[in-house]
């Protein structure tokens, strides 16, 4: 058979996902068996303003992976796709559109034009991340795509609000927020990144005490009290210390702890908040810690998640000096107004500075929040915002995790320690968001303030009486739609399944329907879905909610497992970012080692822990395609004809003539042993998320145990026309390619295809009347005991070790390639009738041309020697073969090199202050190759011995 050199990954990714989707491997319905047992995914859905990275080619890779093995063993499995919305993303999508190219902003066009254009968008440049994952050979059902904001989801999130806001479980409240002043909106305490800055400031401030009883005039305190109130000029002060000057603007009263004998005499009094011409109390209060800075509080309830629960204490004024941009307002006085926070911060002290009222200034590390997408730092606002009680639904999430273990964590350590650590101190969920791009609020109000909250507008106005109203101008935040992702995609609508959108239905049930029986929904069908796969980032946004959610309106597991990937991280070992520079683009790997390369790559690193990337590895895994296409090129070009139709049998014809005529060499023996045993582990592996080793299994196999030897042993028979032996190579290559597939889609299917025979006969028997594809096989489970044969493959291993031994003395002594040498093997009866059994073989692939086999060694003492496994001796005499005076020289040199080496190491390693500071990986490389100079060091001693 003609088969092309070189493996042109671009071509078959291209020709064979394009007849994948258009044949409907991706959809349950390819599944003819009506009891076959579901496996669903749902993926976490990617942001319409997004493009592939890394972190979607790890997750979305392990999915396939599952989806793939699910499928080939018969599972009816469904992996639905889907994108998000994305609010505040697309929101600056468009605000930049408009700006670049018309010179207007959102409030130029108004919100309904807004939103238009924010549709528009999305149908323009939404879909690049899902072409991408196309190329990605994702074997996702793309009838079943949904988007957050489709009308079915839409509805269901709509109806989970009115619910929850009927149950009480949703209210409107005002509350110390996160406010981004660059995207104005509120964020969730997850959205908010805690940066740590070293070269932050804590101010101490001076406010005049007025109304001083005579008791403490002058400033007459206790000596040994620590910062009592100043004095200066007969006037006392209450120093009090922040890092955000500027809020003072908007303080409202100075807290003391009402047991803090320093300041307990003043409680009650009054103080001059500077630059306000305003007074404020001095109050009591438990919350303030006396050992930080003065042990005197400045309190602004509207700026201050912690001032705010002492103002409710105390019934303080709450007064917001802010914007929603950042910058001061009227309520922060005249000279302030309209100044940028930071700059009025700058102008705060400067004043303070010239009335004598700043009492100093001290370097002070200090923690920022940060929005997590622009980065901006974070105003705490008091602000009137909706909100989920989150009480019951935590209760929930925590009494499946304790009675059921649900959701399952790998690695377990430390996701669900944290995971439950984070639900016992769960906090109500901010879900409004000022923005128009989004599920917007289904609330409207009358003229009067009065709440109506309801599915449409039309309700609305029914339960207002034929009111005019007007509705919430907030969307909901975006995770709370992804919230309901687990079960909304189903076709759950909050108005029953049999709402759901027709083409969520199998086809064989809509027949069946057609004669009035009542089709099973997706929802019915596909939930609880097998397992999610996410990053450790999104755990407590998405994963929780969805645990919460579901359970709490389906009744249901969203899931049982949940896989929690590593971050990649750049070649620098640095998190991937525009502004490191040291991104690596998904298509370029693809474009550059093929897909199949960079997905078995980011397989065999999917481990849960962060990696970093390594470019030598992924090329790794390209030369391992290349070697798999060369071997199959090499059988179907050398094979025999046989007697047997091998294109008209299925697979049980294949198995019995296998076992009745199959050859049974030594090789034959071992090879099918280790075939059934690697099955076994690689599916073991899968069943416990250990993709790193299931890579590692069937790259052994593939490389090592068939190309570097079975094909090594059979190469004579095949060219030779032997049609037992290319029988038998072929079927041990199609079971080996049917495991490689869930890793390596395009590469499998393009030489299955060519195989002798291959035809949906082969297909698992739900899939007989399909399209031949090797996704359609039945995936090797390895069963027990079958083919299984220890003692070839303990033979084996002792032909191997000897073609080993001998050729790492061919290297290590320099001897030609063209010179054949002599082998003298000494071991036991046994030893010595396995070794004559395979003599051919070990003389071919050890270049010897006589193999001598006795109880003990009597050979030259120029000789190299070597152990074998089981003890015997292995020599081979080097007199004729080597200049020994040259070599030793050689040999020699070569140990004085390395010697050199490891004094410069052994110097670095003893070198404590080098230890401690240098990276530790650095470190580890060091003493690893250390390790290795001293083992080389040994071995080139023992050769210039055997010179002697």
Not at 95 to 123: C, M, N, S, Y
Not at 415 to 437: C, F, G, M, P
Not at 616 to 639: D, G, Q, V
Request: with cysteine; hydrophobic share 40%; proline share 5%.
């Amino acid at each position: 058979m003609e088969i092309p050199k070189a493996y042109d990954p671009a071509q078959a990714e291209q020709d064979h996902y394009e007849r994948w989707e258009k044949s409907g491997f991706f959809r349950p319905e390819i599944n003819e068996d009506p009891n076959a047992v579901k496996y669903s995914i749902v993926i976490p859905p990617p942001n319409v303003t997004g493009s592939l990275h890394m972190g979607h080619a790890l997750q979305h890779t392990i999915m396939d992976v599952l989806i793939r093995w699910k499928r080939m063993q018969g599972f009816r499995t469904l992996w639905l796709p889907g994108t998000d919305h994305a609010g505040i993303s697309v929101q600056r999508k468009v605000a930049e559109q408009l700006r670049e190219e018309e010179g207007t902003t959102p409030l130029d066009v108004g919100r309904e034009e807004f939103i238009r254009r924010a549709w528009a968008w999305k149908e323009q440049y939404g879909d690049t991340i899902t072409e991408q994952m196309r190329r990605e050979g994702a074997s996702v059902d793309w009838s079943r795509h949904r988007f957050t904001m489709d009308e079915s989801l839409s509805t269901a999130v709509r109806s989970v609000f009115v619910t929850l806001y009927n149950e009480g479980w949703i209210y409107k409240g005002l509350r110390i927020v996160n406010w981004c002043p660059k995207d104005k909106t509120v964020l969730s305490d997850l959205e908010v990144k805690e940066e740590t800055k070293k070269d932050g400031k804590l101010y101490y401030l001076k406010y005049p005490v007025l109304s001083v009883p005579p008791a403490v005039a002058g400033g007459a305190v206790p000596s040994d009290e620590k910062s009592p109130p100043a004095t200066a000029g007969g006037t006392d002060f209450l120093v009090v210390a922040t890092t955000r000057p500027e809020t003072m603007l908007g303080d409202t009263a100075v807290a003391v702890h009402p047991k803090d004998e320093r300041y307990k005499h003043l409680i009650g009094k009054i103080v001059d908040l500077p630059l306000t011409g305003r007074e404020i109390p001095i109050v009591g209060d438990d919350y303030v810690d006396p050992e930080f800075g003065t042990g005197a509080v400045k309190v602004t309830p509207a700026h201050d998640p912690n001032d705010y629960q002492i103002g409710l204490r105390h019934d303080l004024e709450q007064l917001l000096v802010m914007n929603d941009d950042g910058t001061m307002n009227a309520a922060a006085g005249a000279d302030f107004d309209g100044l940028d926070r930071f700059k009025a911060r700058e102008k705060v002290i400067e004043r303070f500075e010239e009335l004598g009222l700043l009492e100093r200034v001290e370097d002070y590390e200090i923690t920022l929040p940060v929005c997590e997408r622009c980065k901006t730092v974070v105003e705490p606002i008091l602000s009137d915002q909706w909100f989920v009680k989150m009480d019951e639904m935590r209760d929930m999430a925590l009494e499946l995790m304790r009675t059921e273990g649900v959701p399952h964590f790998s690695p377990q350590v430390p996701h669900e320690k944290v995971y439950t650590a984070w639900l016992e101190n769960l906090k109500d969920w901010t879900i409004s968001r000022q923005l128009w791009w989004g599920h917007q609020i289904p609330a409207w109000y009358d003229d009067d303030g009065n709440t109506y909250v309801a599915m449409t507008a039309e309700e609305a106005k029914e339960k207002a009486g034929g009111k005019e109203l007007k509705q919430d101008q907030d969307v909901l935040d975006t995770w709370f739609s992804s919230g309901l992702w687990a079960f909304s995609t189903f076709g759950w609508t909050g108005k029953g399944n049999a709402d759901a959108p027709s083409a969520m239905r199998a086809e064989p049930e809509r027949k069946r329907a057609d004669e009035g029986v009542r089709v099973p929904s997706d929802l019915d069908t596909f939930l609880p879905t097998d397992v999610l796969v996410t990053g450790r980032d999104i755990i407590f946004l998405w994963v929780s909610r969805m645990i919460m959610l579901t359970k709490k309106f389906v009744d249901k597991k969203a899931f049982e497992d949940v896989i929690v990937t590593g971050t990649v991280l750049g070649k620098d070992g640095k998190p991937m970012s525009k502004s490191r520079k040291n991104g690596v683009d998904p298509i370029e790997m693809f474009d550059k080692f093929g897909v199949d390369a960079t997905r078995i790559y980011l397989a065999s690193i999917a481990t849960g822990a962060d990696i970093k990337w390594n470019d030598l590895l992924i090329e790794t895994y390209r030369n391992f395609a290349n070697k798999i296409w060369n071997a199959t090129r090499f059988c179907l070009m050398n094979s025999g004809k046989s007697d047997f139709d091998w294109s008209t049998a299925n697979e049980s014809e294949r198995k019995k003539y296998h076992e009745e005529r199959g050859p049974h060499t030594l090789a034959d023996r071992w090879i099918n042993s280790r075939l059934s045993k690697t099955a076994k582990a690689l599916n073991k592996a899968l069943e416990n998320y250990q993709f790193h080793e299931a890579v590692s299994l069937i790259y052994h196999f593939f490389w090592d145990e068939f190309c570097d030897w079975y094909i090594e042993l059979k190469k004579d028979e095949i060219t030779a026309g032997n049609v037992l032996a290319s029988a038998h190579i072929f079927w041990v290559l199609d079971i080996a390619l049917r495991m490689l597939h869930p890793f390596m889609p395009y590469l499998t299917e393009e030489l299955w295809l060519k195989l002798p025979g291959s035809s949906n006969d082969l297909h698992h028997s739900a899939y007989r009347d399909a399209e031949a594809s090797i996704m359609l096989t039945e995936f090797p489970q390895g069963k027990s005991g079958e083919f299984v044969d220890d003692q070839a493959e303990a033979e084996m291993q002792l032909v191997i070790d000897t073609i080993k031994r001998v050729r790492n003395i061919r290297s290590e002594m320099n001897i030609k390639p063209s010179d054949r040498v002599e082998i003298h093997v000494a071991g036991s009866a046994e030893t010595q009738g396995i070794l004559a059994a395979n003599e051919a073989q070990i003389k071919k692939l050890a270049r010897a041309d006589k193999l001598v086999l006795t109880d003990s060694l009597a050979v030259p003492k120029a000789s190299a020697k070597a152990v074998l496994t089981g003890g015997a001796e292995i020599a081979v005499p080097l007199e004729g073969l080597i200049d020994f005076d040259k070599e030793r020289e050689r040999l020699q040199n070569q140990i004085a090199k390395l010697d050199t080496e490891l004094q410069r190491l052994n110097g670095q390693l003893s070198n404590a202050n080098f230890v401690e500071r240098a990276p530790a990986e650095k470190v580890q490389e060091l003493r690893e190759r250390k390790n290795e100079i001293e083992h080389q060091t040994t071995t080139l001693n023992a050769n210039v011995i055997a010179l002697e």
